[in-house]
C-alpha cells in the first residue's frame, strides 16, 4: 500500500546574503495512513525547516526547496500551482506550530478562526457544536462561553489548545504537529498528548510529529526519524530504535533524556559540544565533532545508509553492537 505522505530528497536552502545555506540535506520521510512519525533532534538540526518545506512555507527572500519531492496520495506538492497548493493546506493538511501566538489572529474571535478552518457543517449552529465538541476534548473550560473571546484572552496553555483545535477542524489528512505540548503544564501534556493519539486512530491521520523529545515521541509514534545536522541519520520502528540504537547520536539522545532513564537516579550524560552552524557544517558526519566513536573516515564523507531490517542508518559503525 502506498504512504499518505512520501518526501523523498528533500533538500532546503536558506538565504544568506548572496549566497546560501542547507539547512535540510536530502531526507527521506514514508507515513501511512493512521500512523504517526516523530522528527527528532536537538534545536539547529533541521526538523521544523522540513516541515515547513513539505506545506511549501519556506519561500523567497527566506529560502528555498531546491530538490525532492513531497508526495500526499497521488500529488506531488512540490509541482502544485499556488492556488492548488492553498486548497491543499485548507484542506488536506493541519498544522500545529510552535508558538501559539504567533499563529492566533488577535484581532478575530476563537470562533471565527476555527470556523475559518472547519468543513462539514451544514449551518453556524451545526458548526459552532462541533467546535465546542472539539474543544471540549481538549479540555477548554466552559467552551461554549468561549467561542466569543479573543486569543488574549486565554492562557498560553489555552491558547495551544485553540491552535490544535483549529489545524483539526478541517479534518485533514496529514497533521504536522510542530512541538504540539510546548505550551502545556506537564500535568495535562499527557492528556494532550493521549487524545491526539485518539483521534489519529479514529480519523485515520498520518501525523508528523515534530519534538526534541524521545519520551513524548514514544507515547505517541510508531516510527521515529532522527535529525542531525540536517539529514536523518537514523529511522525505524520506534520500539526498535529506542531499544536497539546504533547512531552514536541516537544514543546520545537516549542518555541524555531523564523520561527515558533506565533507573530513578540515573546519572544522565550530556552531550558535549555544540550542533553545528548552517554556516560552518563539518564536511563528513555531522556529528564527527562530538561523536565518541569517530574516526578519519567519518570527516572526509557524509556516511551512505545501511540497513538493518527495518532501521536505516546513517553511520560506518553502525554495524556494531547496537
Not at 29 to 43: C, K, N, Q, Y
Not at 128 to 135: F, G
Not at 314 to 322: L, P, V, Y
Request: charged content about 20%.
Amino acid at each position: 500500500m502506498a504512504p499518505l505522505l512520501e518526501v523523498t530528497g528533500l533538500e532546503t536552502h536558506y538565504f544568506q546574503g548572496r549566497s546560501t545555506v542547507a539547512a535540510v540535506r536530502g531526507i527521506d520521510l514514508r507515513i501511512d495512513a493512521g500512523a504517526s512519525m516523530a522528527l527528532v533532534g536537538e534545536s539547529g538540526s533541521g526538523k521544523s525547516t522540513a516541515a515547513l518545506s513539505i506545506m511549501r512555507l519556506i519561500n523567497p527572500p527566506i529560502g528555498k526547496v531546491t530538490a525532492g519531492s513531497a508526495r500526499l496520495g497521488e500529488r506531488d506538492l512540490f509541482r502544485l500551482d499556488t492556488k492548488q497548493m492553498r486548497s491543499v493546506l485548507l484542506h488536506d493538511i493541519g498544522y500545529i506550530p510552535q508558538d501559539p501566538t504567533t499563529a492566533l489572529d488577535p484581532l478575530f474571535t476563537v470562533r471565527t478562526q476555527i470556523a475559518e478552518a472547519a468543513t462539514g457543517a451544514a449551518n453556524r449552529r451545526e458548526q459552532d457544536a462541533a467546535i465546542v465538541a472539539l474543544l471540549d476534548r481538549l479540555g477548554v473550560n466552559d467552551a461554549r462561553a468561549r467561542l466569543k473571546s479573543y486569543p488574549h484572552e486565554f492562557s498560553g496553555g489555552m491558547r495551544q489548545r485553540v491552535a490544535i483545535a483549529t489545524a483539526l477542524a478541517k479534518d485533514p489528512r496529514l497533521l504536522i504537529a510542530d512541538e504540539p505540548t510546548t505550551a502545556l503544564d506537564v500535568t495535562t501534556q499527557l492528556g494532550i498528548l493521549r487524545l491526539l493519539d485518539e483521534l489519529r486512530r479514529e480519523r485515520e491521520l498520518a501525523v508528523l510529529f515534530v519534538t526534541h523529545d524521545l519520551a513524548v515521541a514514544r507515547l505517541v509514534c510508531q516510527h521515529v526519524a532522527v535529525m542531525y545536522g540536517g539529514l536523518v541519520v537514523e529511522t525505524g520502528p520506534i520500539a526498535t530504535v529506542l531499544s536497539q540504537a546504533r547512531h552514536p547520536y541516537t544514543r546520545a539522545l537516549l542518555d541524555a533524556d531523564p523520561g527515558l532513564a533506565e533507573a530513578p537516579r540515573t546519572k544522565l550524560r550530556a552531550i558535549p559540544g555544540q550542533p553545528p552552524a548552517l554556516t560552518d557544517m563539518p564536511p563528513g558526519c555531522p556529528f564527527a565533532p562530538r561523536c565518541p566513536l569517530a574516526e578519519e573516515a567519518c570527516t572526509r564523507a557524509v556516511p551512505d545508509v545501511t540497513e538493518f531490517g527495518a532501521v536505516q542508518v546513517r553511520c560506518i559503525k553502525a554495524g556494531e553492537a547496537a
